[in-house]
Every structure is written in structure tokens, then in C-alpha cells.
């Protein structure tokens, strides 16, 4: 990869530290809070298509009913009101909105300058104090290009040049003069981390820690363990309630603050990592320590371990076919997402990471899918689709809300013009929370930004 890619008060203090809580009475005490607010939808009624519903069912000749931003309603026998905006979908399909699970849109946005590289904090190997979100420029075009390849929800991470990079932020694809006005209500945060050749090669030339893969994994521990002592000062005053005296209230540090997040696991931890005996040791240090691995990012060899991540029911976020760029990515092959998905609870992603890559999910999705089928494994359609919905969903602690088309879930839904796995296919339509922002045939339901000059137009 290129060098960019390395590239209340005790209450309230909690409340802070995870920046995940769902109650709207603790809203405007959190910090950077969500103010994301779904836009004005009609009652429709999707009918007539072929319908993947991310659960693993497909519905031909299904309906989609979507009423209040929800899924009301879905399969081949679902009545609407009268004042319903009806859409034939006959010949085409439908598909939950895709969701990519690691993106750097609006830290590194388009046009790509340096100005606007903000994703890496190449200041020191941990910077878990750092944010994703307060580098999200909202304007990226970038957003307008996913929406347009059927991309509702994302996770936006830090770079991978740090063992700890900080914290991601998951986002609804949504125009927005704010990043706040894009965040999901209530995800939780997400760690950063990154073992293997960028941390050593960002710091070890200048004789700095780590040096070597000896180091990467000092560091994490040392990191734990200095976090497991903050977790404890806090929690011994906490529990002392009222009879705790303010003076002695510890101090806060955000960097310990994300870490012992993890630790309550109230963060979700996201693992740039390639090799497989890597992941097996990172596995190792949070059994030590006592947090979980939400996801494997990259993770070019995690075939070789499918039936570990399985078990311990971690996913992998992959890419199709990127191989060979780097030593550490030299083992990759196009039947890892197959592969990883195979076993019982394997929780295989197809992840972009790229500003290109995540216009195409489903044709990426389609690649692995394909790769997959001559290696023997006889992956459907409504199994591939979950690689770019209800899987990434579930790494980013969304699933609950969206991620599948199921009734009361979000309304993130897509229209394709055919088979979402076939090269010419393309998305005709894109909901979300039931809103129609997004059609290829209205240009008046396309975002349109003055940095888009220039750009060529997606779909020409």
C-alpha cells in the first residue's frame, strides 16, 4: 500500500469515555454527539423483484413495503395503502443497503492532496486518542460515488501506521453540512490497531519503537497493561459513589480512555492485520487481557486460519483479489473470503479501503463469489450478498438496526437493474431510513457537490 494508507459528572464522564449511549437523555451530555436525523420518506412498495433479504432467503416475485423509515413489510404477499408510491421492480433485484466496514472517505477525500490527508497520526505507535470522525470532511465526493454503488452505512477508520490508531466512527451515507449529522445513532466506537510491517516500517528506520514484530506486540501489552490499571483507578472511585471525594478523582487521559473502553467492551476493536500467525498472536494478547477482536482487517492468509476466527466468532474484512503488494501480503488468494466463510459461524466481509473500490462492493463481492464456486464450495447469491450487508452490520454493532431487509429494521435498501453479482448491473435506486436519496434516472435525486467538477461522472 501507498505511504498515505500507512499511512452528571461521574455518569457523564462514563458516558464520554465509550461515546456510545442510546439514551436520548444522556445525548446532549456526550460528547460529538450524533444529530443524524432521517430525511422525510414516503410509504413505498417495491414489487415484482427478485429480493435478497441478507438473512440468506431470496424472494422471487417479492414485495418490500417501507413505512417510517422501517422495513414494514416483505414477501410475495404484502399489501400497501392506497396512497403508497408503487415501484415495479420486475426484473431487477433488491438488496439490503451495502455496507462497507473499512473506508477512509472524508479523511483522505477527493481531490487527493495533501491538505487533505488527514487519516494517519504518524506522531507516535499509539494515538489512541485520536478520533477518526474530527478528521471526516463532509463533503468528500467520495460519499456521492458509494451512494451511487448502493453504499447506505460505513465505517470511516484511521490509517494503519500506529499500533493503536485511534477510534473509527460509523457513518449513514447521507449529505451532510456535519459529520455528526451523518453518524449512526447509537454504533459503538471502533478501535484502529495494526500489527505486522507499517508500524515497524513507520517507526523502526528512525531506531524508534517498534522495530521489529517483537516490538509491535511490546507495545500492545505494555499498552493493556498501563490501560488495565486506568480501568481500575476509575472504577475503585467510582465505586464509592457519594462518598467519593471530588479532589481525589483521577485523571483523565484519552488515550487510556479509548483503551479501557475495549477493556469494558464498550469499543469494538478493528485489527489491520495480514498474516495468519499474527492474527493467532493477537488472538493471544486479548485472551490475556480480556477484550475481544470484533474483525480482522486486510487479513490476506486468513484461510489459514478460518475454523480459529470461526470458533471465537471473529470476522474477517477482505478484499477480492489484492495480493503481493507487500511481503506480508504475498500469501493472499482469491478463495479467502469463501474460505473464511465456510465453517459454521465464519463471518467473511468484503471491505474496500479504497475510494474506488467501494463504488464496485457487489462486483467485488461477485469476484469472491465466483472464486469461491471454482474452488468446489457452491456459494449462492443469498449467501454472497451477506459479505457486503448483515456481516459487515454485525462487525461495526449495527445488525440489530440494519444490515438485512427484516420488518422493523432500518429502510436501507437498494434497487439494482439486474443480478447485483453481474459486471453491467448498477444500482437504479438507493433508501435509506425509507428516504429515496438517490436515482440513476433523476438527476434531481443525485448529490451533487462543487468538488464533483472535473470528476468523471459515475455510470458514464
Known sequence: ??????????????????????????????????????????????????????????????????????????????????????IDAEGRWVTPGLIDAHSHLGVYPSPSVGPHFDGNEITGNNTAGVWAEHAVWPQDPGFDTALAGGVTSMLILPGSANLFGGRGVTLKNVPAVTYQA?????????????????????????????????????????????????????????????????????????????????????????????????????????????????????????YKIADLLAEREVCAALWADWWGFKMEAFDGIRENIAMVDAPAKGCAIVHSDDEYGIQRLNQE?????????????????????????????????????TGTLEAGKMADVVIWSGDPFSVYTLADQVFIDGARVYDRHDPSRQPQRDFKLGILEVNS
Open 1 to 86: 500500500m501507498s505511504s498515505r494508507w500507512l499511512v452528571a459528572p461521574l455518569v457523564t464522564l462514563l458516558l464520554a469515555a465509550c461515546g456510545s449511549s442510546t439514551d436520548p437523555q444522556d445525548t446532549e451530555r456526550t460528547p460529538f454527539a450524533s444529530t443524524y436525523q432521517p430525511l422525510p420518506s414516503k410509504t413505498t412498495l417495491i414489487e415484482n423483484a427478485t429480493v435478497l433479504t441478507g438473512t440468506g432467503e431470496r424472494i422471487d416475485g417479492g414485495s418490500v413495503l417501507l413505512r417510517d423509515g422501517r422495513i414494514a413489510d416483505i414477501g410475495t404477499r404484502v399489501s400497501a395503502p392506497r396512497d403508497a408510491v408503487r
Open 182 to 302: 451523518m453518524k449512526f445513532p447509537g454504533a459503538p466506537h471502533a478501535l484502529k490497531m495494526a500489527c505486522g510491517e507499517n508500524p515497524k516500517r513507520v517507526y523502526g528506520p528512525g531506531r524508534q519503537t517498534p522495530y521489529t514484530r517483537m516490538g509491535n506486540v511490546y507495545g500492545y501489552r505494555s499498552a493493556w497493561i498501563e490501560a488495565e490499571a486506568y480501568r481500575q483507578e476509575w472504577d475503585d472511585w467510582l465505586a464509592l459513589g457519594e462518598e467519593a471525594d471530588p479532589a481525589d478523582k483521577p485523571q483523565r487521559d484519552l488515550k487510556l480512555e479509548t483503551l479501557a473502553g475495549v477493556l469494558r467492551g464498550d469499543i469494538l476493536v478493528h485489527n489491520h492485520c495480514y498474516r495468519g500467525d499474527e492474527m493467532a498472536t493477537m488472538l493471544e494478547i486479548a485472551d490475556e487481557f480480556g477484550y475481544k477482536i470484533t474483525a480482522f482487517h486486510h487479513a490476506v492468509e486468513a
Open 365 to 401: 463481492a461477485a469476484k469472491a463469489m465466483a472464486a469461491g464456486n471454482r474452488a468446489g464450495l457452491d456459494i449462492a447469491p443469498e449467501q454472497a450478498i451477506r459479505w457486503v450487508t448483515a456481516n459487515p452490520a454485525k462487525a461495526l454493532g449495527i445488525l440489530d438496526r
